[in-house]
């Protein structure tokens, strides 16, 4: 396993439905990603013991619910404990982000979940579904009823894990001849296992929180590690 599949893993931790559930520390050691240091110039999103850093939301970034309500943590991992219940519980970063690159593992039960960033709606998929967007494979983008496809389809059955890396860049910050800022033109790239899957989509770049989203499947994220990158 290269640094990078070692590195940021959000690990998204497989729990069975009804009365079978499964915890990290039921999980195979031969399918669990391991616990591991930043790598150099990295910081980590989460300190495995608690949520500090973090907060619940109620569909949007701003409206804060009291923690932890749908989430809790097992073995230095951030996990959905419940199904929706009509109420989004996204978790988002206290602080944001505009230039950065992100390490994470995950492994889930099926379904679909993701992450929330300025650039675009990054989407983990179920490996198993062969119709829609699903059958195209995590990495996908979505901009509100539009998609952007991944090159290529590389998950890792389920309740196995799988690696992200995910690059958000753009040009200096510039102002209008009024002095406000203008929104930068830049790309985000995602690697998943170490394949590149989104080669450097143009989006506009701008500074935001970064959401774990609650989409209702059990999910769980791990070794979660950022580099900030200038602006």
């Not at 399918?31 to 591991?36: E, I, L, T």
């Not at 296992?193 to 994220?221: A, C, M, Y």
């Amino acid at each position: 396993m290269n640094i990078l599949s070692r590195c940021l893993g959000l690990t998204l931790i497989l729990f069975g439905f009804g009365s079978n559930v499964m915890t990290a520390a039921d999980t195979p050691a031969a399918n669990r990603a391991d616990n591991v240091s930043p790598p150099e110039g990295f910081v980590s999103l989460f300190n495995g013991k608690d949520f500090a850093g973090w907060k619940e939301s109620g569909g949007k970034p701003t409206e804060f619910l009291e923690m932890p309500a749908s989430w809790k943590i097992d073995d230095n991992t951030i996990m959905f404990i419940k199904e929706s219940t009509g109420k989004d519980g996204h978790l988002w970063t206290e602080k944001s982000f505009k230039n950065w690159e992100l390490h994470v593992d995950w492994k889930f039960a099926g379904g679909t979940t993701g992450f929330f960033t300025s650039p675009a709606h990054i989407k983990i998929w179920d490996v198993n579904k062969t119709t829609g967007w699903a059958a195209t494979g995590s990495g996908s983008l979505g901009y509100g009823d539009t998609m952007v496809k991944p090159i290529k389809k590389a998950d890792k059955p389920l309740g196995q894990w799988n690696h992200f890396r995910i690059l958000v860049e753009s040009p200096p910050a510039r102002k209008d001849p009024n002095g406000k800022p203008v929104a930068s033109k830049g790309t985000i790239s995602i690697w998943l296992n170490d394949e590149l899957v989104i080669d450097k989509e143009p989006r506009t770049i701008r500074k935001s929180r970064i959401g774990l989203q609650d989409h209702g499947s059990q999910v769980g994220f791990k070794n979660l590690y950022i580099r900030e990158l200038p602006e």
